[in-house]
């Protein structure tokens, strides 16, 4: 049997080409797909977040006309001190003012229901303003006060009127009062500053992030203060000085199992050594400092031994060639070649830290904090915690701010991630 000639190979050999053309198309076509399929996701995610989570950064307000009179106050004549301002009966004014507007409004149920309209929490945005400047006794200011959380929901259209009254907290009469409100002029809606400047609270409408801001601002400055100095200096310690041996085998292997360690391991750790055994305050940003440099450590020191394992050994045998010392080629020469690979491997694990949840439960950061933090050893939470705290309470004007708060979250990401970024990138070099 008489073998296939030249042309026949060819067209063989033409088939096979086209074959492999066209699975090369299909693998591009598959990966493609896959990135598209990943950004539709993202986006989808975002949007999501975004859509439920932008009214946060929005509320309304009650803007009334009210006097500060001392019989309604109960402030007795003459002259008054801290103690007394502090104690009066601002509610009292405000009630007063809003039985003015409606003066329909004779029974003690339809009283009770006219002022749930107005936050509890009113009277001490009176008070405040009293507080700082005492001379306002007497006269009649407009004030900006925060209403209900119903109410808030009502005007950013979560409630509607075609609900049956009996599935809505807020009665027909109440959503009347609510427009007429809106129709003279007396709701305004603003930037809700608050959500961002201002401490945790009970009432939704008045509950702000600005306690776990600076909470997990400190906690994050204690953690990279400890874990990249340290990472470092093991990763330079392990890669450049310390000789082979079965030491440092075992501690290469264990560095590597603790990067892959349950984060809540290192909560009870933490709880267990930095709470029960050293004394350290509890729900203290040094504490969640402490447990997250813990967490990150083992990834930055890899990182940073793959980032000097990756600098070309001409650097080291060039430096050492005139005349430079081990500690000087490392210092000079190798780290700053290194420094945007371990800046990298810094990014990856301190942006784990600012989304872990876990461990800072295990030491007490899930505390309900009103005020926020004034140092690294004051009471605080995190931003993750009071995502956490927010999604469980069953008030449903807390679910707008939750997923405003995740919004702020990757948003502080971003910006940390950015910064970062730049600083590696200012910091590379050529070889």
């Known amino acids: 049997m008489s073998s296939p000639g030249p042309a026949a190979a060819r067209l063989s050999e033409d088939a096979r080409t086209r ?113 700082a400047d005492p001379a306002l006794l007497g006269r009649s200011v407009r004030v900006a006060l925060p209403l209900s959380d119903e ?23 109440q959503l009347d009062w609510i427009d007429a409100w809106r129709d003279q002029g007396f709701v305004q809606s603003a930037w809700n500053t608050r959500f961002l400047t201002g401490g945790d609270s009970r009432e939704p409408e008045v509950a702000g992030l600005g306690g776990a801001l600076l909470g997990s601002l400190w906690t994050l400055l204690v953690t990279l203060a400890l874990s990249f100095p340290l990472g470092v200096a093991a990763a330079v310690h392990l890669e450049e000085f310390a000789p082979r041996s079965r030491v440092t085998d075992f501690l290469e292997v264990n560095i590597n199992n603790l990067a892959a360690v349950p984060s809540i391991v290192y909560g009870l750790l933490g709880l267990a050594v930095f709470l029960n055994f050293m004394g350290l305050p509890r729900s203290a940003p040094v504490v969640g400092g402490l447990v997250l440099a813990l967490m990150t450590l083992p990834t930055i020191i890899i990182a940073a031994r793959a980032a000097l394992r990756a600098v070309p050994p001409s650097i080291r045998e060039a430096a050492l060639a005139v005349g430079a010392s081990p500690l000087q080629v490392v210092v000079h020469h190798v780290l700053p070649l290194a420094l945007p690979g371990i800046l990298t491997g810094t990014i990856i694990g301190m942006a784990r830290a600012l989304g872990e949840t876990a461990p800072l439960l295990m030491i007490g950061m899930v505390a309900f904090i009103a005020d926020p933090p004034s140092g690294p050893l004051s009471p605080a939470t995190a931003l993750p915690v009071q995502i956490y705290l927010w999604a469980e309470s069953p008030e449903r004007a807390f679910q707008e701010l939750t997923f405003g708060a995740i919004l702020v979250l990757v948003a502080f990401l971003l910006v940390m991630n950015a910064v970062a970024i730049i600083l590696r990138n200012r910091s590379e070099k050529s070889w």
Not at 151 to 173: A, P, Q, V
Request: net charge positive; hydrophobic share 40%; charged share 30%.
């Open 19 to 131: 074959r492999r053309h066209a699975a090369d198309r299909r693998f591009r076509l598959y990966g493609l797909s896959a990135v598209v399929l990943a950004l539709l996701a993202l986006v989808a995610l975002l949007g999501s977040i975004a859509f439920n989570g932008l009214s946060a950064f929005r509320h309304h307000q009650l803007e009334l006309e009210v006097t500060l009179d001392r019989e309604t106050l109960g402030l007795p004549d003459g002259p008054v001190d801290v103690s007394d301002l502090r104690g009066a009966n601002y509610m009292g004014v405000i009630r007063e003012r809003l039985r003015a507007l409606h003066p329909e409004v004779s029974s003690r149920k339809e009283k009770r229901a006219l002022y749930g309209l107005v936050s509890s929490v009113a009277g001490f945005e009176l008070q405040q303003l009293v507080l």
């Open 151 to 173: 109410s808030g929901r009502y005007l950013k259209g979560d409630i509607s009127r075609e609900t049956e009254e009996s599935r809505r907290k807020l009665n027909d009469r």
